[in-house]
């Protein structure tokens, strides 16, 4: 099952790697806000970014596609970011406002 979300990244962060447990790791992430379907925040949080948007990701407006997944370790199902397309937020915020008034 997938569905989506508008999302403006505000920031992405530098990407981190290191060893736990004699295994090698790599993450990266973004300083994010949930929009609505007006294009207005709702909620601000951090994105973590799936391998293949490593390092290629910018700030900017998306539209960003999620997955179900259980974790390796604590078996938890969590959305997982598994594509983002840019938006024109502008055209959203249009589409969203209301029509004039008719005089």
């Not at 403006?8 to 929009?35: F, T, Y």
């Not at 539209?63 to 259980?70: C, I, V, Y």
């Not at 974790?71 to 209301?98: C, H, N, S, Y």
Request: hydrophobic share 40%; glycine share 8%.
């Amino acid at each position: 099952m997938a569905f989506n979300a508008l999302i403006h990244i505000i920031k992405v962060n530098p990407a981190r790697s290191g060893a736990k447990d004699g295994r090698p790791w790599e993450m990266q992430d973004a300083e994010c806000l949930l929009l609505d379907e007006a294009g207005q925040p709702t909620q601000v949080g951090v994105l973590m970014l799936p391998k293949e948007l490593r390092n290629k990701t910018e700030p900017g407006y998306y539209t960003g596609s999620f997955a179900l997944s259980a974790g390796l370790r604590d078996r938890r199902i969590e959305a997982i970011l598994t594509g983002l397309v840019p938006v024109d937020v502008k055209q959203i915020r249009r589409q969203a406002a209301p029509a004039p008034a008719a005089s």
